[in-house]
Antibody, heavy 121, light 109 residues
């Protein structure tokens, strides 16, 4: 059974750095052609893709947020970590980690439950 | 950067009616298009991948068409549990980046 679970702070202050951890089970981060994405959703708004990382350490970032994001993985711990610097109230959102299925089309086949992060002083 | 435009923003229909949702890409995305359903307070769920393939466990009343720039998600006969928000998503060629559309809300008329 594939599961993904996000963890991290529920509240961060403006200008702080956000660190989110995704712990996966039911598959290995060393599986070829499988990846993990971070996707966020501000309250009442659409989904926004942030970044992804694959077993071969291939990484890709949202063009608009690239300067603020870093994604990494610890295969032995089955964890993917996302850091976002210089947080702002507009970054308030539910942050999801999700698995990218084993296909060249990069669709998401499993999602975590999401974690709401509020940015406020 | 590819932009996905979904229309209409809201679709008001009754149970049993047919729903047709559109997703238009600003440039060709081959068949690299997926559809997701999201209900309030829940994570999205994969419905369709590669434009027309149903994900595991998705009922046959959901179908997708493409490829190219104009994609459609059709729900042949709406069930009460189908009222939700639907998103399309594509990947760019290289580097592979994901983009989501703005969503279509299917509401009960």
């Amino acid at each position: 059974q594939v599961t993904l679970k996000e963890s991290g702070p529920v509240l961060v202050k403006p200008t702080e750095t956000l660190t989110l951890t995704c712990t996966v089970s039911g598959f290995s981060l060393s599986n070829a052609r499988m990846g993990v994405s971070w996707i966020r959703q501000p309250p009442g708004k659409a989904l926004e893709w942030l970044a992804h990382i694959f077993s071969n350490d291939e990484k890709s970032y949202s063009t608009s947020l690239k300067s603020r994001l870093t994604i990494s993985k610890d295969t032995s711990k089955s964890q993917v970590v996302l850091t976002m610097t210089n947080m702002d109230p507009v970054d308030t959102a539910t942050y999801y980690c999700a698995r990218i299925g084993p296909s060249g089309s990069y669709f998401v086949d499993y999602w975590g439950q999401g974690t709401l992060v509020t940015v406020s002083s | 950067e590819i932009v996905l435009t979904q229309s209409p923003a809201t679709l008001s229909l009754s149970p049993g009616e047919r729903a047709t949702l559109s997703c238009r890409a600003s440039q060709g995305v081959s068949s690299y298009l997926a559809w997701y359903q999201q209900k309030p307070g829940q994570a999205p769920r994969l419905l369709i991948y590669d434009a027309s393939n149903r994900a595991t466990g998705i009922p046959a009343r959901f179908s997708g068409s493409g490829p190219g720039t104009d994609f459609t998600l059709t729900i042949s006969s709406l069930e009460p549990e189908d009222f939700a928000v639907y998103y399309c998503q594509q990947r760019s060629n290289w580097p592979p980046r994901l983009t989501f559309g703005g969503g279509t809300k299917v509401e009960i008329k």
